[in-house]
């Protein structure tokens, strides 16, 4: 599972900045760029609000770090 990189893709997929996705989450910049680099373990209850900040499901928020590139 990688969080990081489910929330890069979900960012990208809806034209949302790391900082507007804080804001959306109501989480601090930093724990978006920590989780992004991997420098701390991310938090069920922080996926929760990251997925619902992209109005998606958790499974479906986790699943985008877990699709291999074609």
């Not at 949302?16 to 804001?23: E, G, S, W």
């Not at 209850?45 to 291999?68: C, Q, T, Y």
Request: proline share 1%; with cysteine.
């Amino acid at each position: 599972m990688d969080i990081g990189k489910s929330i890069r893709i979900a960012c990208a997929m809806n034209d949302i900045k790391q900082k507007d996705l804080a804001r959306l989450a109501n989480v601090s910049a930093v724990t978006i760029s920590h989780t992004i680099n991997k420098k701390h373990a991310c938090s069920s209850k922080n996926i929760e609000l990251f997925a619902k900040a992209f109005g998606m499901r958790v499974s479906e928020f986790i699943a985008l770090g877990e699709e291999k590139p074609a």
